[in-house]
């Protein structure tokens, strides 16, 4: 194969109505310099607002870098990254939602030079900042959920605790579809961003920089991203069956377990939380599932633990 077609690096990009933001993310990315070849590719969810005729104008101008999906109709985040995936050929890929951005031009070259010279490594993130829609920082450690750390690894017990290394605008990966087959990837339907961290973690370690290389935009008050569809909102019962669905399929595809009763737990305490500060029936319900579930869980992990069987 031709050296200089191969691409290094496809840069992953979902867009519904970021007109805001959407010319941002890609200057972020287009700005990058490479010893290597890398693309850009477009998942435009069919957007109400401008972010087509902008992304238009970007093609035309740089065909040979960025890729476009132009979706007929909405496909919502899920299908829209799934038809994205499907299109990148990079050894690594890298994720840049619309409304995100890179600050650093040398942040790919830095990650790829990483993982090409650490083949235990499957991953790279790094320190972000959290921003507002006006690029202001986000100082309340409530909404600001990657305070900076520093430069460490990750192996698979470190993911199992924490769940998540850091924000997916920091994220450089191996290609996805040649460590799980797509179906089975594509068919746990759970949390994206933790799905991508906890597969890469069964492959090999995660590494973590120290350098801030992105911003991760957080709008509360609207929009369609998921802070704002979340904020507020007790999203407790589907972050527990998420994470269950997440453990079965990590157990099922790499027999390895990534449960944790701990996080699961807090989940339930969480639930309760939510029914005190507002006594609802919706609230009851969640609180009354997660801790039936929580406990015909712990029940059986306790029982396999006691006959020396591994249990998710």
Request: proline content about 3%; aromatic content about 14%; overall charge positive.
């Amino acid at each position: 194969m031709n050296e200089e077609k191969t691409v290094m690096v496809s840069v992953m990009m979902p867009v519904y109505n970021h007109e805001k933001y959407i010319a941002k993310a890609i200057d972020g990315v287009l700005m990058q310099k490479t010893n290597f070849r890398f693309e850009l590719i477009i998942g435009e969810d069919c957007s109400t607002d401008h972010s087509r005729s902008i992304i238009r104008r970007y093609q035309k101008q740089y065909p040979d870098i960025i890729k476009v999906i132009y979706q007929p109709k909405n496909q919502g985040m899920r299908n829209n990254i799934k038809m994205i995936f499907e299109k990148a050929n990079g050894r690594y890929w890298a994720f840049c939602e619309g409304d995100d951005y890179w600050t650093d031009c040398n942040k790919l070259q830095k990650q790829v030079d990483f993982l090409e010279t650490h083949p235990n490594f499957s991953a790279v993130y790094h320190n972000v900042l959290c921003v507002d829609e006006k690029e202001r920082p986000c100082k309340r450690k409530s909404i600001n959920k990657y305070p900076e750390k520093p430069e460490q690894s990750f192996t698979f017990e470190d993911v199992k605790r924490i769940k998540l290394v850091g924000q997916s605008a920091s994220l450089l990966f191996r290609n996805l579809y040649k460590v799980i087959a797509p179906n089975l990837y594509e068919n746990c339907v759970c949390n994206g961003d933790q799905k991508i961290c906890a597969v890469m973690a069964c492959i090999g370690d995660i590494y973590y920089m120290k350098d801030f290389m992105a911003c991760h935009r957080v709008v509360l008050n609207k929009g369609c991203s998921w802070s704002a569809k979340t904020y507020q909102k007790n999203i407790n019962l589907y972050l527990y069956n998420s994470y269950n669905e997440l453990c079965r399929m990590i157990q099922n595809t790499f027999g390895k377990s990534f449960y944790d009763n701990k996080y699961t737990d807090d989940l339930r305490k969480s639930s309760f939380i939510c029914l005190c500060r507002e006594t609802t029936f919706k609230n009851m319900f969640i609180w009354l599932t997660i801790s039936l579930k929580y406990f015909g869980s712990l029940k059986r992990y306790l029982m396999c633990k006691k006959a020396g069987i591994d249990r998710n």
